[in-house]
């Protein structure tokens, strides 16, 4: 009998996946019609700025773990065993830094968007290259997220294809459009909840239909699934330690660190404080999410490992075997169908509501009140809002291209996702880390790391044998079987393919700079950005420390050279006296408004700023009316 003729919701399957989308809708009506009803800009994008801790870690986690990491990460597992799991050591320093070095300063600085910064620090250029960088890559991940778990589904179940996309997308947009910041970050915490019973689920009854914890691990150690410590430096290995310790590092740095939809969790908080507490409690949650994707990945093999499904998972992808495992697993016990598939959506809304809502953000702040005449906040929110609408329908439309591409493309896009976020990361820590980086260096560096992203990317794509996915072959418990097609989804979705299986002739020269690991992307990007912007701003005429605006660097090596001498610090940090530097840390950049309320940032000298700040809290940014 065909398998695929098996797979089917029952009535109860559709009430739950119905009631999520619901309950997320009412989230997003509650918000609308409580508190200050989202009347404001404050309140539509940044919450109020009135956030605690515990919503904001649970929603930022919610914001990275993608429908395509819940069902990319256990075929990972499935098909290469548990190295992946080492990726959580990178968690450590990848949640660690951005606590205490990026929080710090965006928060001080009262932003709203995080481009805000990089005109701050350099110029306005810097910033509008910066925002319509983070546009193009949220644009085109957002599309491919909504498609990519309805086609899965609608392979496996037959479930509606384009039902499937419009319920997510129609109902994200309205609760986005209507609850602002708190509808997401709240629907965020019902859809993480969802997301880890829906997994646990899935375990459980696996384990159980498998034989039990002894025998899942029995199949699983015989089948060399139980990956030791690779420490192989090579850095064109899929997996290895420092691949995934050191590379993942960069990964966490430009998700959690400088990505506008986890800043604006940060900036929404009542305190930086908080902020820093929401960042540290991300880290059991995303270690939770990343030990039950790997068990499942492991209970799957278990359950398959020495049968013969050849005609039941060879017609599907990665992605799909994972949809399969779990209809399979749960077909005869209603309702549990139809909980997993509302994880798998959940973890879909929680991506694409926080997309709308920074790019709804970034849109307004960046690119439309800098250009447009003073408006006032109650045409101001209502333009935040219809953003959020528009990009809402532009999603849509992003998922139909997304239909329009090959598998192979779908798989560069998500590639493309990992590869931007590299060159951002780069252009931020230039900006913190070095004094001496000017606006030159920052467009140049910003500019050559884009390209260094697309040559290694396109060029990875481009030298791949192409066909389409192979099928799964035949193995058991006691052979390593070798991936044809590999997926490997990264907790926030990169994915890419490898060469075809058997014995490979090593690659050399532009091919092996080719065969690079994606986990590096991010790190060999970064450090493009640096180096580049290091030569241009040195041959160009290098920024003194003292015409850098106040509050927007972070004295990184001379943090390092602690033990150092101050007087001899400063020649080698080339930083300012620690007096100067405790002054400008305890007060940052007056930020001045015009009676029109069109913000302007000023430069004054050091003594002109003494003079002119008020008493405030350490959040930092004086306010000031003038009339100019």
């Known amino acids: 009998m065909d398998p695929l003729a098996q797979m089917h919701f029952t009535t109860i399957d559709y009430v739950i996946f119905a009631v999520l989308l619901l309950a997320s809708m009412g989230i997003g009506l509650y918000y609308a019609l409580s508190g200050g009803r989202q009347r404001t800009t404050q309140e539509f994008l940044m919450a109020d700025r009135s956030m605690s801790c515990l919503p904001l870690s649970l929603s930022l986690i919610a914001t990275f773990q993608s ?40 928060y001080r600085l009262h932003l709203t968007s995080a481009y805000q910064y990089l005109e701050l620090r350099f110029n306005k250029a810097v910033r509008i290259c910066g925002t319509v960088t983070f546009i193009f890559q949220t644009v085109v991940y957002m599309g491919v997220c909504v498609y990519t778990p309805a086609l899965a589904l609608n392979a496996v179940t037959g479930f509606d294809l384009w039902g499937a996309v419009l319920a997510t997308g129609i109902v994200c947009t309205v609760y986005t459009t209507l609850g602002g910041l708190k509808a997401v970050i709240w629907t965020d915490v019902f859809q993480t909840l969802v997301m880890f019973a829906g997994q646990l689920v899935v375990i459980v009854v696996g384990v159980h239909q498998t034989g039990g914890v002894a025998e899942v691990w029995r199949k699983v150690w015989e089948g060399n699934r139980i990956s030791g410590i690779d420490l192989n430096p090579d850095p064109t290995e899929r997996y290895t330690f420092w691949t995934l310790g050191v590379g993942g590092v960069f990964m966490m740095l430009s998700l959690y660190g400088v990505n506008q939809a986890q800043v604006q969790r940060y900036l929404s908080s009542k305190t930086e404080r908080n902020a820093v507490m929401s960042c540290y409690m991300v880290f059991p949650s995303l270690q939770l999410a990343l030990a039950l994707s790997c068990v499942m990945g492991l209970v799957m093999f278990a359950r398959y490992c020495g049968e013969d499904h050849f005609h039941k998972l060879g017609v599907f992808s990665k992605n799909e075997m994972v949809l399969y495992f779990v209809m399979d697993m749960l077909q005869g016990l209603p309702g549990l169908s139809g909980l997993f598939i509302a994880c798998l959506f959940s973890a879909t809304l929680s991506t694409i509501s926080s997309a709308f809502n920074s790019l709804a953000t970034v849109t307004m702040e960046d690119l439309i009140k800098p250009q447009c005449p003073p408006m006032t906040e109650t045409r101001a929110t209502l333009l935040s809002k219809g953003l959020a609408c528009l990009y809402g329908l532009l999603c849509l439309a992003m998922a139909y291209v997304t239909h329009l591409m090959s598998d192979s493309v779908l798989q560069a896009a998500f590639k493309i996702f990992g590869m931007i976020g590299g060159p951002l990361l780069g252009v931020f820590c230039l900006g913190l880390f070095f004094p001496q980086a000017s606006s030159t260096g920052a467009l140049v560096g910003l500019g050559s790391g884009l390209v260094m992203a697309f040559w290694v990317g396109i060029g990875s794509i481009l030298t791949q044998t192409s066909g389409g996915p192979a099928a799964v072959s035949h193995f058991n418990c006691t052979t390593v079987q070798l991936s044809v097609n590999i997926t490997a989804a990264i907790g926030t979705a990169v994915i890419s393919t490898a060469g075809p299986t058997g014995t490979l002739s090593r690659p050399t020269g532009l091919q092996r700079f080719y065969s690079l690991s994606f986990m590096w992307y991010s790190a060999l990007n970064s450090f493009t950005v640096v180096i580049t912007g290091l030569i241009v701003s040195f041959l160009t005429g290098p920024m003194k420390e003292d015409d850098v605006t106040p509050g927007t660097l972070y004295p990184l090596l001379a943090n390092m050279l602690f033990f150092v001498p101050d007087h001899l610090r400063q020649k080698l940090c080339c930083t300012t006296s620690l007096e100067h530097r405790t002054l400008i840390q305890e007060h940052p950049p007056v930020l001045y408004k015009e009676s029109s309320g069109q913000d302007i940032y000023t430069e004054d000298s050091l003594l002109e700023e003494r003079q002119s700040f008020l008493p405030t809290s350490h959040t930092s940014v004086v306010e000031r009316e003038t009339t100019l």
Request: a negative charge; hydrophobic letters at 60%.
């Open 67 to 106: 429908a395509v990491a819940i069902v990319g990460v256990p075929a990972e597992v499935y098909n290469h065993g548990t190295q992946y799991w080492f990726i959580g050591c990178a968690y450590i320093l990848g949640l660690l830094i951005p606590a205490h070095v990026f929080i710090p300063v965006f």
